[in-house]
Structures are given as structure tokens and as C-alpha cells.
């Protein structure tokens, strides 16, 4: 099992601004992945984040609103920009089993609020 | 998209077999069903999977019809802790983790 470390836990922001969070892993994994999860709602699939190449990204996320990095094989940031209401979700990163394909380990996410 | 359909909602008494159903009728060959469920403000952690027998381990059994159009997650003896949003998705397995969460069922387990 991998256990997974997101800063910060909750944020309150204001419009316009930029936000990014950490994702933490304790141990090294091939990639990871960012999701957001917007109330009520079920995740959605924003990126692949592989170390050493850019992001892949999913229909209807861009970079330049969602930027990640992946310095190394254990971590990661997404950064939220120029936030607006509508981007107040949870964020959730997740790192894939090495051993069982398709199963996915998740932090406990990052509830940001935009006012 | 890889679409499942589940119900929305569910209720068992605690102690009783918890069966959550899900319609995967796309699913291809070589696809694997995945079951996840997610524990209020925590996240979703993996339950379990299967191609085409059925599957058991610690927490559930699942149980994927011979044409693979469906599948059942049974939770054996439900309990209060077991309530929680469920979802069945399917991928090959292949994509590295991309997996498609759909809307789930909400799973009440009451006393």
C-alpha cells in the first residue's frame, strides 16, 4: 500500500488567485494522478502526472488553469490558477498499487473553497 | 467514457448482506470491474475487482455475470462503518490508473 500526504488539508481563497497543493507519497511511484471532486459530485480525472515529462491532461482541463509538477518519483503539485467559485472542490491525488493494476491509492484531499 | 449504471441509493440493517448492483453492458473483453467506495470527507479506497469469475477477499465478494453486462458487490455482514457512497467503474487496467467514476450508490447501513 502507498500512504499519501496532501498540503493543505482545507483552504479558503479568494478569487483570482492562485493555489497550489502538495502531494506527498512514502514511496516512489511511476505516476500519479490529480482529481477533483466537486460537491455532490462524483471524481473527476484532471491529469496524469509522470515524472520528467508534462502532464497528460483530460478533456476540459488545460494547463495553464491547472498546472502539475513532478520533480520526482514521490511527489507532486497541482496548483489551482486564477481561481474562481467554480473551482471550489476537493482535489485529490492518487498513486497506483505497483503490484494490483487499477487499484488506487488516495490522499485525503484538498477542500478549497474560492469566495 | 467507460458508463456504468448503479443505483443511487441503498439502505440495509446492519448485519445483513449488503448486495449493490451495477450495469456495465460496454464493458469490453478485457476490461476489469472495479468496485471503490468513499467513507464521507475521506478518499475513496479500493475494494476489489475482477475480469470475469468471481472474486472475494477481506471486504466483499463480487460477482460478474457470465456475459459480463453486470456485476453484484456483496458485502456479507454490513456495518454501520460500511456506510458510504459506492462505485463501480470498469478500464482495462492498462491505462495506468484511469479510471472513470460514475455517480455511485449511497449505501445507508442502519441499525
Known amino acids: 500500500s502507498a500512504v499519501i500526504s496532501q498540503k493543505p488539508s482545507r483552504d479558503i481563497c479568494q478569487r483570482g488567485t492562485s493555489l497550489t497543493i502538495q502531494c506527498q507519497v512514502d514511496s516512489q511511484v511511476t505516476m500519479m494522478f490529480w482529481y477533483r471532486q466537486q460537491p455532490g459530485q462524483s471524481l473527476t480525472l484532471i491529469a496524469t502526472a509522470n515524472q520528467g515529462s508534462e502532464a497528460t491532461y483530460e478533456s476540459g482541463f488545460v494547463i495553464d488553469k491547472f498546472p502539475i509538477s513532478r520533480p520526482n518519483l514521490t511527489f507532486s503539485t497541482l496548483t489551482v490558477s486564477n481561481m474562481s467559485p467554480e473551482d471550489s472542490s476537493i482535489y485529490l491525488c492518487s498513486v497506483e498499487d505497483q503490484t494490483v493494476i487499477g487499484e488506487l491509492f488516495f490522499g485525503e484531499g484538498s477542500r478549497l473553497t474560492v469566495l | 467514457d467507460a458508463k456504468t449504471t448503479q443505483p443511487p441509493s441503498m439502505d440495509c440493517a446492519e448485519g445483513r448482506a449488503a448486495n449493490l448492483p451495477c450495469n456495465h453492458s460496454t464493458i469490453s473483453g478485457n476490461e476489469y470491474v472495479y468496485w471503490y467506495r468513499q467513507i464521507h470527507s475521506q478518499g475513496p479506497q479500493y475494494i476489489i475487482h475482477?475480469?470475469?469469475n468471481n472474486e472475494t477477499n477481506e471486504m466483499a465478494s463480487l460477482i460478474i455475470t457470465e456475459d459480463r453486462k453486470s456485476s453484484t458487490l456483496i458485502l456479507p455482514h454490513a456495518t454501520l462503518r460500511d456506510t458510504a457512497v459506492y462505485y463501480c467503474m470498469f478500464s482495462t487496467g492498462t491505462s495506468y490508473g484511469k479510471l472513470t467514476f460514475g455517480q455511485g450508490t449511497i449505501l445507508t447501513v442502519h441499525p
Open positions: 475482477g475480469l470475469k
